[in-house]
């Protein structure tokens, strides 16, 4: 597959427009194959300091660049993305383990995302409004914030990270990313994208290396002013508090426990197509990822066996392979959480239907799979039905009534993607107004969110951004009001006038 082969066996730093080596580095492991794909740099403060020194100078220049100009780079990038699709998918399979398709959709998004940021360079709106005095203008523009800082996870190593640099460099900040150890293939090949683009250097640096060295460094960097963060909670949690004591504005999308409530009056057969996605897509391992089914009582038995049908017919294995619908589990620690959870889940009393297993048997052998899991008669208190699993792990809820339906659904501490299998369109508009997530879909699963919409969770799945749709704009930007007075005169506002 030469068009997969890397130029490189091990990647650097890109700093102000250098490729930079540092010393350590581990090894990026193909969770399909167990194979070595490449190495990663484990960088330390001092390259955060520096990726840091270059942005503050970059930035200055960058935010002065009309925002139509700094689009461009955007529209390049764009293109080059959309030329380069197929490698980029294919490197994103070998280092993710998510099926081609998946990762080909994700590429996508990432294109989805320059067109629509660069879109921004020519709106970029603030407002105008009357002023309280004669002769007196007064309007709010969006001005950037200044180098800002971003963190991503290993599950969409290019999707997520376009929604946060793209606006952030088109409102004219600078940035330095850095993106999860398991996966920095897709960091690599878009900072030469950017590289190609034209972009100026220093508006973007990568710099790769653990969490704790490299993202920790970031999070206490005074040069930094914004960190926008997707992962865990635990980490997310310790983030924001950091940030907190500094006053730095953070951003921070996480976890979720979503669910897929199947009424009595639904299609099931369109239902169970929408749970197999959901559920079993990148093995699960999506914030979105449908790990409930609330289902009336009346259509469980029927909607469990054909599930188990459909199940059957997965198949499992490398993803390269154009014929597997199920890729592996990213590493050896997340399969050992899903396991932990199928006992947990066994020893709460739930019903084990299908799955349950890791594979071992010939090619599996050599990565991390696990079998598509369904367990059933599961109650909304138990650990299975709300805490996140990061696997192809699914729990059966029953339900009485819709009103029960949309409890359960709100029951958990997370507030990312849910959604309803309905024919009843009093329950759709019932239901998208009083499900607490940040996405709702109806006749469809928890995943497939488009670009050009707001992406994010309430209660715990995050503190109230949003990535992605203009809303991203607002954590890469401050709002400035300006007054300009053309009375010539010193017009006094908020006393008493005559
Ligand atoms: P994670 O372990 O929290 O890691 C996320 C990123 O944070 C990685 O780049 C990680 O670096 C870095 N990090 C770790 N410790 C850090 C520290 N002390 N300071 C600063 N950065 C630190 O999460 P993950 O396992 O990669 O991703 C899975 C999680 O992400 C799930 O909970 C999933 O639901 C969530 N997620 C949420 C969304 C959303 O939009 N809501 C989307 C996708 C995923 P290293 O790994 O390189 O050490």
Redesign the pocket.
């Known amino acids: 597959m030469a068009e997969t082969v890397l130029d490189v066996k091990k990647l650097a730093n890109f700093i102000n427009g250098e490729w930079l080596h540092v010393n350590e580095s581990a090894p990026v492991i193909n969770p399909a194959t167990g194979e070595r794909v490449i190495e990663v740099p484990l960088s330390t403060k001092a390259n955060v300091d520096e990726a840091v020194e270059a942005a503050e100078k970059a930035q200055k220049e960058w935010a002065l660049v009309p925002a139509p100009q700094r689009a461009e780079v955007l529209f390049q990038v764009g293109n080059i993305m959309k030329e380069r699709k197929e490698r980029l998918g294919k490197l994103l399979t070998m280092e993710n383990g998510k099926v081609l398709e998946e990762a080909l959709g994700e590429v996508q998004e990432g294109i989805d995302m320059a067109f629509y940021m660069a879109g921004e360079g020519r709106r970029l709106f603030g407002q105008t409004t009357p002023a309280e005095l004669k002769d007196k203008f007064a309007m709010s523009v969006r001005a950037p914030i200044g180098v800002v800082g971003i963190?991503?996870?290993?599950?969409?190593p290019i999707a997520?990270a376009t929604w946060k640099s793209f606006p952030a460099i088109v409102a004219g900040n600078a940035v330095v990313w850095?993106?999860?150890?398991?996966t920095p293939i897709m960091a690599y090949e878009m900072a030469k994208i950017f590289e190609e683009a034209g972009l100026p250097k220093g508006v973007l640096n990568v710099v790769f290396?653990?969490?704790?060295a490299?993202?920790?460094a970031?999070?206490h960097h005074d040069g930094i002013r914004v960190i926008s963060?997707?992962?865990?909670?635990?980490?997310?949690r310790?983030?924001a508090s950091d940030c907190g004591r500094q006053l730095k504005k953070v951003s921070l999308?996480?976890?979720?426990k979503n669910a897929v409530i199947v009424m009595d009056d639904a299609d099931l057969n369109l239902a169970v197509e929408g749970i197999i996605w959901s559920a079993f897509g990148t093995s699960g391992?999506?914030?979105?990822a449908c790990s409930r089914v609330i289902v009336h009582e009346d259509v469980k038995e029927e909607l469990e066996k054909r599930l188990l049908t459909e199940m059957k017919k997965l198949t499992i294995g490398n993803g390269l392979d154009k014929s597997i619908k199920v890729g592996p589990i990213i590493n050896k620690s997340g399969m050992e959480k899903i396991k932990k959870y199928i006992e947990i889940g066994r020893s709460e009393g739930a019903k084990l239907l299908a799955g349950g297993y890791e594979l071992k048997d010939g090619e599996h052998g050599n990565g991390y799979y696990f079998a598509p899991t369904l367990f059933t008669d599961a109650t909304s208190s138990m650990r299975i039905a709300q805490e996140?699993i990061?696997g192809p792990v699914v729990s059966l809820i029953p339900v009485k009534n819709f009103e029960e339906a949309i409890d359960v659904n709100n029951s958990v501490t997370y507030g990312?993607s849910s959604s309803i299998f309905t024919a009843d369109v009093n329950r759709v508009f019932q239901a998208q107004r009083d499900l607490d997530t940040g996405i709702v879909y109806v006749n469809a699963g928890t995943t497939g969110a488009e670009i050009h919409l707001p992406?994010?969770?309430t209660k715990g799945?995050?503190n109230g951004h949003r990535?992605s749709g203009v809303q991203a704009l607002d954590v890469f930007t401050e709002w400035k009001a300006v007054y300009v007075d053309f009375s010539g005169k010193l017009q006094r506002a908020q006393i008493d006038v005559e």
Do not use: H, Y
């Open positions: 963190i991503t996870p290993w599950n969409f997520i850095k993106p999860a150890t398991e290396g653990s969490g704790s490299v993202g920790d970031m999070v963060f997707t992962g865990s909670n635990d980490i997310g310790n983030i999308e996480m976890g979720g391992q999506r914030c979105t996140e990061f990312l992406f994010g969770g799945t995050g990535d």
